[in-house]
């Protein structure tokens, strides 16, 4: 097995900080006590910050620094709007291609996200979560809308992560589960309208409580 670089060792360890909410959005990543932590020069440092800038996940700041990403409201509705957009392009191009190959993946999702949502596990869940709406995308054979649906599945399982949309009612995440359970029937049943019309409705409840989440954050202790 190929030993990690340097950059590699130090983009891991602050994205699985940001990931696991180790770090709160907002704060700053000193490079100083990350060299000091992990015994290395700036040079990597610099490079892993840029990549991880690349992915969303940190914004550098010229003059100041780079830090972890701290979205508002107004960009969380942004990017749900955009989504939103993808995701009845993704049923009006796909829906008719979908097929029994399709509906066993959609339900081996649901099964594992089930899995993650009991064990409390938000990355494996916002994972397969992405995966299951990504079936309806590469339904399409858009290769673009496959693309851009991806980059802001990618940005948005950030936001739902850094919020923690595990740590206010249970019903609601029980809810997010019987709504993909519908999707699914719907798609059996050749329900394509119905199927947008939930689709569209399951965004707004996601977006909901992803502000509420945002709005009762409290800051977590700083790793670095």
């Given at each position: 097995m190929r030993k990690e670089t340097v950059e590699q060792k130090v983009y891991h360890l602050i994205k699985n900080a940001i990931m696991n909410r180790q770090i709160a959005p907002g704060n700053q990543l000193f490079e100083s006590a990350i060299a000091e932590k992990v015994n290395?020069?700036?040079t990597p440092i610099r490079s892993a910050i840029t990549k991880l800038e690349s992915e969303g996940l940190v914004?550098?700041?010229?003059?100041?620094g780079a830090f972890i990403v701290q979205p508002s409201i107004e960009e969380m509705v942004q990017a749900f709007e955009m989504r939103k957009t993808l995701e009845k392009m993704a049923i009006q191009k796909g829906f008719s291609n979908l097929g029994e190959n399709e509906v066993q993946q959609l339900k081996e999702?649901?099964?594992?996200?089930?899995n993650a949502?009991?064990?409390?596990?938000?990355v494996?869940?916002?994972?397969?979560n992405n995966a299951f709406h990504l079936v309806l995308a590469k339904a399409s054979g858009n290769s673009y809308l496959i693309e851009?649906?991806?980059?802001?599945l990618s940005q948005i399982t950030i936001y739902m992560v850094l919020y923690d949309v595990?740590?206010?009612d249970r019903y609601d995440e029980e809810l997010d589960i019987l709504e993909h359970e519908k999707m699914i029937k719907y798609i059996e049943s050749g329900e394509k309208e119905n199927l947008q019309t939930l689709?569209?409705?399951?965004?707004d409840n996601s977006l909901t409580k992803l502000q509420q989440d945002k709005l009762n954050y409290q800051s977590l202790t700083r790793l670095f």
């Open positions: 290395a020069s700036r914004n550098v700041i010229p003059n100041k999702l649901l099964i594992e996200m089930t949502y009991n064990e409390r596990k938000i494996p869940y916002q994972d397969k851009f649906m991806e980059k802001i595990f740590n206010g689709l569209l409705q399951h965004l």
